[in-house]
C-alpha cells in the first residue's frame, strides 16, 4: 500500500471516528449526559494549585467541525474547581457570555467527552491563576457570540491561553475562532508564544515554537508542528507522527 492509500486510510478512518463520537442522538441539550470523565483531581485529595484546558466537540452538528474549549482553576487549598468559558447563549438575555462556576471541569459537554489539552501544578501556579482571573475580566466580546468565524468559546479560551504563556497551550485546529482578532491584524499566537497574523478570523498564519506553523482559511486550519511532529487539518484535529 502506498503513502498516498495510506494517508487517505487514515484521514477516512479519523473522520468515522469524528461523526461517531458526537452527540447526534434525538435526545435534546437538556437531557444529554453533563457526567464527569475522571480527568479532573478531587481538590479534597490535592492541595497544590492546579489550572487545566479542556476541549470536547460542540453538541449536536457542530461537533463535525469543531470543538468547544474552557479554563478550569484552583488555587492551593480550594475545595471546588472554578471554570471559565464563553456561551452563545447567555447573549439572548443580553448578559455576558462568559460564565464563571464553581464546578467539576471535566464534564462530558452535552454527551461529548472532553480531552485534556494541558495541565500546571504546583509551584508559582497560583500567580498564574491571578493572572487568569484578572483577565477574564478585560476579555473584550463579553457582549458578543457569533459561531463562525468568531468571537466564540475559544477566541476567549485563546485570549486567555496569551496570558499565560508557561503553560505552552496548543489549541486544536478544530478550535474554530481561536483565530479572531476583531479589529486587529496581529497578535501573539494563541499560545503566547510566536506570531499570528490574522483577518477577523478567516484569513491568517501562525508561526510559534508552540503550534509551529499553522495557516487558516476560512476559519479552517492546516498545519505542521514539528517537535513534535504532527499535522493540523479541520474536522480531524491533531494527528501525531511521532511515533
Known amino acids: 500500500m502506498s503513502v498516498k492509500n495510506i494517508g487517505n486510510y487514515v484521514i477516512v478512518l479519523a473522520l468515522i471516528a469524528i461523526v461517531t463520537s458526537c452527540n447526534f442522538g434525538s435526545s435534546d441539550w437538556r437531557t444529554a449526559s453533563r457526567a464527569r470523565t475522571g480527568l479532573a483531581p478531587d481538590p479534597a485529595e490535592t492541595p497544590e494549585a492546579v489550572i487545566q484546558v479542556y476541549a470536547a466537540r460542540a453538541y449536536s452538528w457542530r461537533g463535525i467541525f469543531g470543538v468547544h474549549t474552557w479554563f478550569a482553576v484552583k488555587p492551593s487549598h480550594a475545595e471546588s474547581f472554578t471554570v471559565y468559558e464563553v456561551a452563545g447563549w447567555y447573549a439572548r438575555w443580553g448578559g455576558s457570555v462568559v460564565a464563571i462556576h464553581e464546578q467539576a471541569p471535566d464534564k462530558r459537554w452535552f454527551g461529548n467527552a472532553p480531552m485534556l489539552l494541558a495541565e500546571k501544578r504546583g509551584e508559582g501556579v497560583d500567580e498564574l491563576i491571578k493572572r487568569i482571573d484578572k483577565t477574564v475580566q478585560t476579555y473584550p466580546y463579553s457582549k458578543e457570540y457569533t459561531i463562525w468565524p468568531g468571537p466564540n468559546s475559544n477566541t476567549f479560551t485563546a485570549w486567555l491561553s496569551r496570558a499565560v504563556p508557561e503553560i505552552g497551550l496548543d489549541l486544536p485546529p478544530t478550535a474554530i475562532g481561536k483565530d479572531y482578532l476583531g ?11 510566536g506570531w499570528q497574523l490574522s483577518v ?3 484569513f491568517g498564519i501562525i508561526v510559534s515554537d508552540v503550534e509551529g506553523f499553522e495557516i487558516n482559511i476560512l476559519g479552517l486550519t492546516f498545519g505542521i508542528k514539528p517537535d513534535p511532529l504532527a499535522i493540523k487539518l479541520p474536522l480531524i484535529g491533531r494527528i501525531d507522527l511521532s511515533v
Open 200 to 202: 477577523l478570523g478567516l
Open 183 to 193: 479589529n486587529s491584524m496581529t497578535a501573539t499566537a494563541p499560545s503566547g508564544s
